[in-house]
Structure formats: C-alpha cells, structure tokens
C-alpha cells in the first residue's frame, strides 16, 4: 500500500509541480468540509421536515368547508351541459 501511494504522489508532483501540491491538497480538504456540511445541514432539514403537525381538530387547519358552496368572489364550475 505504501508503494503505490509514493507513486501517486510521486504523478501528482509531476503533472502539477511540486509548489502546487499544498494549495491542491488545501482546496481538496475545503470542498471536502463543504460536502460534509452540506450532508449534515440537509439531514438537519429532513429531521426538522418530520415534524409532527398538528391535531386534525385544529380551527388553522382547515378554514374552508369542503362541502359548501364555493368563497365569494370565487369562481364555481361552469353549469353541466353537452357544449351545443
């Protein structure tokens, strides 16, 4: 294992040269950091997502009644008929 993680090394200095490998590896470990935030924020927001709601006896929970004619000022079906 200690071998092929020399060579590795060993490419990377090659192809990007030996001064650019700290800042490579700095940029590396910030979006790693960022990743890791970013899976921990989502799963903030998923456990916050399960809240319980509220009881169905709850008067903000439904204002309108399902039944009834519709609100004033709202528009209803248009009167059943064939179109001719």
């Known amino acids: 294992m ?7 090394i060993l490419v990377l200095a090659i192809l990007f ?7 490579l590896a700095r940029n590396l470990g910030e ?8 899976i921990a ?3 903030q927001d998923d456990t916050e997502a399960a ?5 169905a006896g709850d008067a ?3 204002q309108a009644d399902p039944g009834g004619p519709p609100a004033a000022g709202g528009r209803g079906l248009p009167p059943a ?3 001719r």
């Open 60 to 62: 903000s929970a439904s």
């Open 2 to 8: 200690d071998d092929k993680l020399l060579i590795v």
């Open 31 to 38: 979006g790693i950091r960022e990743f890791k935030k970013g």
């Open 17 to 23: 040269g030996a001064s650019r490998l700290p800042s």
């Open 41 to 43: 924020d989502n799963a």
């Open 81 to 83: 008929g064939d179109g």
């Open 51 to 55: 809240a319980p709601t509220p009881p």
